[in-house]
């Protein structure tokens, strides 16, 4: 269980960090 969260704690911050690159690259 603890392996699942700190997976989806990865995944999460990494889509997050995408969004942010996106985003700045739109603008």
């Given at each position: 269980m603890k392996e699942f969260v700190g997976r989806t704690a990865v995944?999460?911050?990494?889509?997050?960090?995408?969004?942010?690159?996106f985003g700045r690259a739109l603008v």
């Open positions: 995944v999460t911050g990494g889509a997050r960090g995408f969004g942010k690159a």
